[in-house]
Structures are given as structure tokens and as C-alpha cells.
């Protein structure tokens, strides 16, 4: 069902905003609220144009739509979002198909993996920073160990040079 679902939707972008949810944020809008709850938007001031996906995305995602069930166009389109800097933009694309299809278990696993990949990079810039310390202790550690020998390599050569007395 979710599979023909998101093939009809792929007729016109899989871009609509289901009726209920804040069209910035996606999150279920409170009744007879003028602005969103989880975001802050005034819904009479929302312009559709700030979340509308780059081009190629859009286009992709029509793609991605089409063939929902491929589990190869999701990870193509995954891979580009991420290097793009556009995982913000398919997330909220996952998460209107959710909106549109509650229980689409692809949509769920699209959204866990954008947020799993957006995760990674602080999770390895976290792991980075840990080496580069050690690192720089390492390093400062060297220099140390190069000083005290370079020191006493001239204490060492004073003597020797010495007048006995």
C-alpha cells in the first residue's frame, strides 16, 4: 500500500503538504493554532518557497518516489543529500511521506537514516578531537624529551671543554 502510495504521489512531486501538519516542520499543527508549536511558524506568514528542496532533489526525490520500494534509490539519494549538505531538506521529505502515510515503514527507516547520517559527524569529529589531543600530548611529550637532551648534551660539553682546575 505504502509502495503505490508514494507512486501516485511521485505524479506531482511528493511535494504537498498533508492537510493537519505545520508545512515547515511537518509536525501535527494544534487546532485553531495560528502558529506551530514545535517550530514557531506563523502560518499566515509561511512562504513556500524557504522549504522548497533544491531542484535536484526535488527531481530525485520524484525519482525515489517512483520506485519506492528500491532500497538502492534511497541510498543513492541518501549518499547525495549528505554530501550535498541537504539532509535537513530530504528529512523533511521523508517526513511528509510519514504525515501522508502514517505507517510506511520505508518513510520510518528514510527518516532514522537521514538522522543516523546527520549524527555521524559530530559522533566522528568527537573521535577526531580525541586523537589530535593525544597527539599533541605526544608531540609536546618529543619536545620535551628533545630539550632535556639537548640541554644536557651542553651541560655535558661545558664540562669536557672546561679548564681542569
Not at 580525541?130 to 600530548?137: A, D, H, I, R
Not at 624529551?145 to 669536557?160: D, E
Request: with cysteine; proline share 7%.
Amino acid at each position: 500500500r505504502a509502495i503505490d502510495a508514494a507512486a501516485a504521489a511521485a505524479g506531482s512531486g511528493g511535494l504537498a503538504v498533508p492537510d493537519g501538519v505545520c508545512p515547515k516542520c511537518v509536525t501535527p499543527k494544534r487546532p485553531g493554532a495560528g502558529d506551530c508549536a514545535a517550530c514557531g511558524l506563523e502560518f499566515s506568514r509561511f512562504d513556500p518557497a524557504t522549504v522548497a528542496p533544491a531542484p535536484w532533489l526535488a527531481e530525485s526525490w520524484a525519482g525515489v518516489l517512483a520506485a519506492w520500494g528500491d532500497p538502492g534509490g534511497h541510498e543513492k539519494l541518501l549518499g547525495r543529500a549528505q554530501q550535498e549538505g541537504e539532509l535537513p531538506a530530504l528529512a523533511r521529505l521523508y517526513r511528509l511521506r510519514l504525515a501522508a502515510e502514517p505507517n510506511d515503514a520505508i518513510a520510518r527507516r528514510g527518516c532514522d537514516e537521514v538522522v543516523r547520517r546527520a549524527l555521524l559527524p559530530s559522533a566522528l569529529a568527537s573521535e577526531t578531537q580525541g586523537k589530535s589531543t593525544g597527539e599533541v600530548l605526544r608531540m609536546a611529550a618529543m619536545g620535551l624529551f628533545f630539550v632535556i637532551t639537548l640541554v644536557a648534551l651542553v651541560w655535558m660539553a661545558r664540562l669536557l671543554l672546561s679548564e681542569p682546575f
